[in-house]
């Protein structure tokens, strides 16, 4: 069964993923400083889960009991799932890698390592 500490794990498992508690109590994850999970702790351990998903399959979880339409952020195909529970363990993580795939496409890339200042050169 998938909880929070379940989903914890999942997202940390991804390259560059971060948490960090934000709003109170909820356990955002980010990639490069984008969010692409977040978890409301405040309501237990099958807490609601937000996360973001394509076009296509936002329509399609919407009809879904329990699936609705992000507040704030529901306008760019962001879905909060009452809890963690409502979708088998399989398709919630499958979820929540698409959603993580989805940020990081668009997230900032890594900065290359900072190249060492030439010396300055000395007037004659």
Same mark, same amino acid.
């Given at each position: 069964?998938?909880?929070? /500490?379940?989903?914890?794990?999942?997202?940390?498992? $991804?390259?560059?993923?971060? /948490?960090?508690?934000?709003?109170? /109590?909820?356990?955002?994850?980010?990639?490069?400083?984008?969010? $692409?999970?977040?978890?409301?702790?405040?309501?237990?351990?099958?807490?609601?889960?937000?996360?973001?998903?394509?076009?296509?399959? $936002?329509?399609?979880?919407?009809?879904? %009991?329990?699936?609705?339409?992000?507040?704030?952020?529901?306008?760019?195909?962001?879905?909060?799932?009452?809890? #963690?529970?409502?979708?088998? #363990?399989?398709?919630? %993580?499958?979820?929540?890698?698409? #959603?993580?795939?989805?940020?990081?496409?668009?997230?900032?890339?890594?900065?290359?390592? #900072?190249?060492?200042?030439?010396?300055?050169?000395?007037?004659?």
């Amino acid at each position: 069964m998938p909880d929070a /500490e379940w989903i914890r794990k999942l997202c940390l498992s $991804f390259p560059d993923a971060t /948490e960090n508690i934000q709003w109170d /109590e909820d356990l955002c994850f980010k990639v490069r400083g984008k969010l $692409f999970t977040i978890v409301d702790l405040s309501q237990g351990n099958l807490a609601p889960v937000c996360l973001k998903c394509t076009p296509e399959k $936002f329509d399609e979880l919407l009809e879904v %009991e329990g699936i609705s339409q992000a507040p704030y952020v529901g306008r760019y195909k962001w879905i909060l799932l009452a809890n #963690s529970n409502i979708l088998p #363990s399989a398709e919630l %993580e499958a979820l929540i890698r698409q #959603s993580y795939d989805l940020v990081v496409a668009k997230a900032p890339k890594k900065k290359a390592a #900072s190249k060492k200042a030439s010396p300055k050169r000395r007037k004659k």
